[in-house]
């Protein structure tokens, strides 16, 4: 299996800074773009192919490549909201469309998710040597979309359904990083996370596919 890669990033982040100069208690302007740094690193090393938890937080889209076909393919990333297209080269270089007819996607009890092709569907041959078969999928927390404004009402931004335990754990990571922010550099302690941080996302990790 190779490795994914993130086609759509996500539209916004788990903890915004609204939130963030909440919990710090912070009501000026001066320090932003750094409390944006340290919610986009803290972000950074949660989510994604790269992030600890093996998931993705707010909602993205990715592609999985295969060598071949498998009555099961198997998407390393969670929590996957959609698969939206299936598609392969041949040895030409061709790309053609697997129809969603032939296949679904399921979840196993080690909550990883597969793309499962249905018994009677016929493999097709003749595939490009490498990377032939290509995955394209929404995985996350699904996002709220923005309600414009209207009238007299304001708009309402677009907001990400991440579990309150993530966030909380997004929001100390800042914290612990603004009150120490002399003295360190950012992303120095993430290899060692606070033990309440640790605690609330022990939960979310999924096992290495």
Known sequence: MLAPVRTVAPATT?????????????????DDTLIEGF?????????????????????????????????????PLGSVISVTTVTWRN????????????????IDAGGRYFVRF???YAFPGDLYERGAVSVAYKAGYATVPEVPANGDD?????KS???????????????????????MVVGATVESLPFAVDALIAPFRRVGV
Not at 14 to 30: C, F, G, N, Q, Y
Not at 91 to 100: F, I, K, L, R
């Open 91 to 106: 040895t030409a270089g061709q790309v053609s469309t697997v129809e969603g007819i032939w296949y679904s996607l399921q």
């Open 39 to 75: 919610i986009a690193a803290a972000t950074d090393h949660l989510d994604g192919w790269t992030g600890i938890l093996g998931r993705c937080l707010v909602e993205q889209e990715w592609r999985q490549d295969f060598d071949a076909f498998a009555r099961g393919l198997c998407l």
């Open 161 to 183: 359904t991440v579990p309150a335990a993530l966030k909380v754990a997004i929001l100390l990571l800042v914290g612990n990083w603004y009150a120490n922010r002399e003295t």
């Open 14 to 30: 788990p903890v915004s800074l609204v939130e963030a100069k909440a919990h710090l208690r912070v009501d000026h302007e001066d």
């Open 154 to 158: 304001p708009a309402i931004p677009a």
């Open 118 to 120: 249905r018994d009677d």
